[in-house]
């Protein structure tokens, strides 16, 4: 609790665009959240190291990542929008973690399973304890509550084993988090390929909607979007690609899939496509237009990034010296 309000982080990667999976599946429910609770939502650069990066493009992806965040509608004044970089205690905390987390349950993580396929050359022990350097992320703030979008799912039980195991060794040290996952567009799939999930690292550029395509590509992806030879618009595991669509569609429009499929009862994929894509678009222009503007405005970016180290510092710093004494490191000498 801060100030008698539950805590809630969060992060993403700053490693490609972002797509509208991140944006439906995280970001969108991190606003709607962000009144209820204390947030803290990180810029995660730590984790993006753990595959090969060009410097000078990470450093200009992160920054347009805390600036997407304000863009979004998220208050840098009362939700703290920080690099995890910025705040030592992540890597501090991790450290200590990784000695209460067993190999055998790093080596279940289907994220490690999958990008150490994807990057054979370069399996690195951060690949491998990533999941650690998550859970010291949330463990720091003592949040009550994590929004993620299904695919982090197995990561936040290994986080609240952790802190299980921890609270048991040493009484109650950590909050143990439960995951947020929005009710739709938890997972959006794969334009061109609906059985996977739409990911900012899919080769095929067609297959994810960016946050910063303009309308015309918008338009032309979703009417390219695979879907079936059913002809009839429902809500069924059997059309995999257009419900894909009517997520998108009632994520992107507030209601629900059943009132997207009645709202287009007996109309053609073809209009449905471009229904779509107009709603898509109404969502990501004010976004764009909001981003635009903003990243013109170093002084303010600057403020706030200055402005929030401070706050994620001041936060994680309790729980850390906390953690450091129950574990039986020397008191500091002041
Ligand atoms: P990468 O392809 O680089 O692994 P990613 O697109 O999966 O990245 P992350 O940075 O791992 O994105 O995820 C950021 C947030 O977005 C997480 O909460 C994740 O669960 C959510 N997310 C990512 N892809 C989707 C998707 N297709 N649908 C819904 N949520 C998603
Ligand atoms: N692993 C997440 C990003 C992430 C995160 C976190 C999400 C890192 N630390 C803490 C929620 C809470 C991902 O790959 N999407």
Known sequence: MIDGKKVLFSGMQATGNLTLGNYLGALKNWITLSDEYECFYSVVDMHSITVRQDPAVLRKRARNLLTLYIAAGLDPKKNCIYYQSHASGHAELAWI?????YMGELNRMTQFKDKSAKHADNINAGLFTYPVLMAADILLYQADVVPVGVDQMQHLELTRNIAERFNNIYGDVFTVPEAYIGKVGA??????DPTKKMSKSDENPNGSIYLMDDPDTIMRKCKRAVTDSEACI????????????IDIYSACSGCTPQE?????????????????????ISVLKPLQEEFDRLSKDKAYIDGIIKDNAEKANYFSAKTLRKVQRKVGFPDRIR
């Open 97 to 101: 973690l990784n000695c209460f987390t």
């Open 234 to 245: 429902r809500y069924t595991d059997q059309q995999p690609g257009l419900k894909n669509l």
């Open 260 to 280: 997207t499929v009645k709202a287009f009862e007996g109309k053609g994929y073809g209009d449905f496509k471009a229904a779509v894509g107009e709603a898509v």
């Open 187 to 192: 997972k959006i799939m794969s334009l061109q």
